[in-house]
């Protein structure tokens, strides 16, 4: 329940923020070529009771994803090309007093809604889950298991972030760096206050690590996260990592109309992708 004082106004005793209605959640996934698997990220997201909205925000796909993404009824927004500008792009045009941040390859575990209300109601403004990645290989077992401590080098962006949506811009969002945008953006939460942790565990797909061999990608994650702890800056770490970004398209068709369009519905009439607001709406669903 949304009964926590809002600390914006601390100090002002008349206006401590109660609701009876509990917390909704809007559930930003971003995506670049997902068409495979994201009508089914967006389905998965929507059945939990709680989610006001899935907003599946497109870096350039060349795919059908925003089809799919439609398809599965999702608000589909279109962004500059990586998941920090992306994930930006779809908290300003979220309507929930709740954010919550998924990959498109990541599924919620079971009673989410609950274990995320039970974590904010304790205090919290923001936290994470653990990850499982449902594969037998000693490695990601290893990472599976670390993820259930809760230190900035076990929590990463699978960990399906929630956060208040007023800390989040408070933060000033994700920063849109290529790689490590989650790291940084659990760093300024930690900064901000103790992060907490939901019951369960998100589903995470190891085809990242399946695709490059896991030992391989587990010391390059190792390497480059290093790298980043000492001060190399994203930009330069990003190109010894797989971009989606470097298979997307440049936002190339646009309508006549100025919206930009990627895809086309069912019956064959473009898919238009709309940018979302420079700002917020003024009023947010479940506040």
């Not at 004082?5 to 909704?24: C, E, I, N, W």
């Amino acid at each position: 329940m949304e009964g926590t004082p809002d600390p914006r106004h601390a100090g002002k005793r008349s206006v401590a923020v109660v609701s009876l209605q509990p917390d909704s959640f809007s559930v930003v996934i971003p995506a670049v070529n997902e068409a495979a698997i994201i009508g089914a990220a967006v389905t998965d997201a929507r059945a939990h009771a709680g989610v006001a909205e899935v907003l599946v925000v497109d870096g350039g796909s060349r795919d059908a994803t925003l089809d799919e993404a439609r398809a599965a009824g999702a608000r589909v927004l279109c962004s500059p090309c990586g998941r920090g500008a992306q994930m930006n792009a779809g908290a300003r045009a979220a309507r929930a007093s709740t954010l919550l941040f998924l990959h498109a390859d990541c599924r919620l575990p079971r009673d989410a809604v609950v274990a995320m209300r039970d974590v904010l109601a304790r205090g919290y403004h923001a936290g994470t889950f653990a990850i499982d990645y449902g594969s037998p290989h000693p490695v990601l077992r290893m990472v599976s298991w670390l993820s259930r401590l809760q230190a900035p080098w076990t929590e990463f962006g699978e960990a399906g972030l929630f956060v208040r949506r007023w800390l989040f811009e408070r933060l000033g969002g994700y920063p849109e760096w290529p790689v490590f945008e989650d790291v940084e953006m659990l760093a300024r939460l930690r900064r901000a206050g103790p992060l907490g942790r939901a019951r369960g565990q998100v589903r995470a797909s190891p085809r990242r690590y399946q695709s490059a061999g896991v030992w391989r990608q587990q010391f390059r994650n190792a390497g480059l996260y290093l790298l980043y702890q000492l001060g190399v800056p994203p930009r330069r770490l990003a190109r010894a990592y797989d971009q989606d970004c470097a298979h997307s398209s440049p936002s190339e068709r646009v309508a006549s109309h100025g919206e930009k369009v990627y895809g086309s519905d069912v019956s064959g009439s473009p898919l238009n992708c709309l940018p979302p607001p420079v700002s917020p709406p003024s009023s947010a669903i479940g506040r």
